[in-house]
């Protein structure tokens, strides 16, 4: 067993069962709940959703003392980043802050009185004062006119910023002013408007995406800041927060986007036929030859000559094809077989290990079922041992080095190949970082391997010692493989990527309990009444619509995907992280 430890951890391992009983045996034993610290990710389902903005509009509503569409119409200039938006306020002044978002508070006196009749400057007709509406920055137009107006700009998408009728004025219009006329008329338009304004909280802002599983959830994840992250969604789905694709470390994005499209493409079989086929001179049709004569036939009826391609007669003897002679070397057409012949042997050489991870974690996947049995029955039996977690440990660290192994792959054949490092690195460093990353990375699949082996044993049929047996040799792998995942990324960040010029290349960092998943949002708001004083009289409070959410069709997420929140998993109304890679008992106890 100790062949697949490192030699400098193998003595910090543990020999005999009382040595492993400090909690080693349950990696994640640390993980209480009450004890956890807070998670950087929230899932906003939709319910939650005008919550979540809602908390983000009362801050800025409360430190400038504005109502809420101007506080809305800030936001979303600032892409709902409030910290920023805090920092132009704190460095430029109130006015440039408002002037540049498009907000102009105008001082008008008194609305002349409802009996008075007033000029539309659009359509030019009389209308009386209270068929009128005057926006923030002063200019007034018939209730009619604007009505047309903000009805087209709905139409073509521009809800979240419709900006004043008149000549050369940016001023934002008041969203109450657009839903109350246009719900008169166009109440479905009024919806839409009221839709396109709360996903505006997830459509403009960079902390917050919709999380991507097919069919759609109908929820989104929301990060405390921008760092590059993976997150798991309460449906189950682990995805990058950052491209939106599966969760792909030790890859970086722009590497796990070329991997899957030359993966999904058919580069690869073209450079295979390029490789072992000649196109026929006649039909262009190509050819595997499948005999040793260099005279071959096309199915089209057409002879020519295996070595240089160009066509002939049909005679031959053992030294020569009739009226045909090819000695001539051509060095282009040798050099890019070579190279084609070259680069299919290297990515066959990567995609070949990448795959098998792939299918083995799929296999041992599937093994769960049968590994939990194993583990029930030997439970029931009358042994010395009765905590049986080392065992869904070790098979959680499984699933998360298997999954690391298998994009390792993927990030080798970019990081020591020339596509994208050519003029990074020289030969001779290239092979010297090659060296070192696949040193570990043997390290860690021997370890792997070994761990994969162990918990397929039949240790339900063992004998006292011989589980014991086992027992050890299971946490010493697991504590060997998490130390070997975090080596191979302190590696990657900082002997490899870390000594590039260009910083596009960055990874998720490692986490021993794998892909975060991400907490349920509470807001903090929720049970605290809008202050009086920020919202400025005649001001009427954006009502908690239900079309503030996704169409319910797109909401389809199946039922059996969520888990179940557990009583107690929240200590002080702040959300407490569950790490799903617990035993269930664990979390059902606490």
Known sequence: MDDYYTADEENCYYSSDQESLGGIDNDDSDFHPSASKKSTTQVITQESLLAAQREDLLRVMELLSIKEHHARTLLIHYQWDVEKLFAVFVDKGKDSLFSGAGITLFDSGSFPGSSSNM??????????SDQ?????????????????????????????RIRCMAHKCNAICDEDVVRNLVSKKRPDLAEKFDRFLVESYIEDNKMVKWCPSTPHCGNAIRAEDDKLCEVECSCGLQFCFSCMCQAHSPCSCLMWELWRKKCRDESETVNWITVHTKLCPKCSKPVEKNGGCNLVRCICGQYFCWLCGGATGKDHTYRSIAGHSCGRYEDDKERQMERAKRDLDRYTHYHHRYKAHTDSSKLEDKLRKTILEKVSKSEKKELKLKDFTWVTNGLNRLFRSRRILSYSYAFAYYMFGEELFKDEMSSKEREMKKNLFEDQQQQLEGNVEKLSQLLEEPFDDFSDDKVMDVRIHVINLSVAVDSLCKKMYECIENDLLGSLQSGIHNIAPYSSKGIEKAAEFHASWSSKPLDSSVVTSGETSRPERASGSRNSEEMVCSSSKKRPRKEGSFVNSKVTLLDLNLPADFIDQN
């Open 132 to 160: 009128m509406k005057r926006m923030d920055c002063g200019h007034y137009f018939c209730n009619d006119c604007w009505t047309e107006h903000f009805t087209v700009q709905i139409n073509e998408g521009q809800s979240k």
């Open 119 to 128: 000029s539309c400057d659009v359509c030019l007709e009389d209308v009386l």
